[in-house]
């Protein structure tokens, strides 16, 4: 192994590979319902964070903003697996629950705790970072819940239009695309590399990151080489779409062992193994004081999934057996909205405390308690 690999690193790796070649073994010899689920959720957590490592070692290379944008591309493609693979079954149920659960692991839970732990390690109580990104989020996020309300009270009142719900779906989804790509490329255009001065940032996205300037704007030697950063993302990358399906295969008979509901399954189980990239880097980036970083990460995730994922699947669908739209259960259009009033009401500012933090972990546990009695 590379020598640039920490000790944790060279027990993590072998680990993953092992659970990953575990589950193989219990998906091809039909073990029972609950150890195979159980393998393919951990693998599936483990490769997750094998993306999660590999593209915090490439952003070495890179600016915080493509960074961000590219560990949520890579760390997404458990949920579009398992959401592919779930509507191949008829899983409608799991798919939906896995991709809006995704949207409120992120906003809620993985940002909650980020925020918990970067404004216990900033020396006044407030965790700092650019105004621009939760902004940009909050908008494409409120885009998303527009159409999914607006469906929503045309399939409550029964109107004509309630009946032409999958075009609606398809037009919706080909609009937040459009949107999605004229925010996303003129970010990824702003965004200055690492050994960048403060100066060619300009603005408030430089002060941001000059905030953190030893950390985001020195000059450092990449740790792991490029062959093998770009490896380790092309591996991970491949079998998380094996794992996914092993995942989705046992999914079904394992929750019923278990006696707990699809709709937890899905938001809860899938989002939180899926969002193990964003769950380790955030969390990581936060503790080091990078603040930038890890609420890039984050929040590149909740915009991915909202504008880009979800419409994505729903255009995909139309050649599955199961059709993905953005007709959702009334209690999950409730919560979408309220998430994305909260999402801008906490990080619009630029700035987070503690407390705040812990809201989002409360609202997220509620959710999930919710779900249970689904």
């Not at 732990?117 to 885009?143: C, I």
Request: proline residues 5%.
């Amino acid at each position: 192994m590379p020598a640039g690999l920490t000790p944790i690193e060279r027990l993590f790796l072998p680990l993953v590979a092992v659970l990953t070649a575990l589950a193989g073994l219990a998906n091809y010899d039909s073990w029972a319902a609950v150890p195979r689920f159980a393998l393919a959720t951990f693998a599936l957590a483990g490769l997750a964070w094998v993306v999660s490592f590999a593209t915090e070692a490439l952003g070495e290379r890179l600016g915080p903003g493509v960074t961000g944008m590219l560990q949520s591309t890579l760390g997404n493609l458990p949920e579009l697996f398992v959401v592919i693979f779930a509507l191949k079954k008829a899983e409608l149920v799991v798919a939906q629950t896995a991709i809006i659960g995704s949207v409120f692991a992120n906003a809620l839970l993985v940002l909650g705790l980020v925020i918990v732990v970067g404004a216990r390690r900033s020396s006044d109580g407030l965790m700092r970072f650019s105004k621009r990104l939760p902004r940009d989020t909050a908008t494409l996020l409120q885009v998303t819940v527009f159409i999914i309300v607006l469906l929503g009270l045309s399939l409550a009142a029964h109107d004509p239009a309630s009946h032409h719900v999958k075009t609606i779906s398809a037009i919706g989804a080909g609009c937040l695309l459009i949107v999605y790509l004229t925010w996303v490329v003129p970010y990824l255009r702003s965004d200055t590399p690492p050994g960048a001065t403060d100066a060619s940032a300009g603005g408030e996205h430089g002060a941001a990151r000059g905030s953190h300037g030893a950390t985001l704007a020195g000059v450092h030697k990449p740790r792991l080489s490029l062959p093998f950063t770009l490896a380790l993302l092309a591996v991970a990358g491949g079998a998380s779409a094996f794992v996914s399906e092993w995942f989705v295969g046992a999914l079904a008979p394992a929750i019923k062992q278990l006696h707990i509901s699809q709709a937890f399954a899905g938001l809860v189980i899938v989002a939180i193994a899926g969002n193990a990239v964003e769950n380790t880097a955030g969390l990581a980036l936060a503790y080091k004081g990078r603040s930038d970083l890890a609420i890039s990460v984050v929040k590149n995730s909740i915009a991915q999934i909202a504008a880009f994922l979800f419409p994505l699947l729903v255009l995909i669908s139309f050649a599955l057996p199961t059709q993905l739209t953005f007709a959702l259960a009334p209690v999950y259009i409730g919560a979408l909205t309220l998430t994305a009033l909260v999402l801008w009401q906490v990080a619009g500012d630029g700035q987070a405390a503690e407390f705040e933090g812990w809201a989002l972990v409360a609202l997220y546990v509620i959710l999930a308690t919710l779900t249970l009695y689904e």
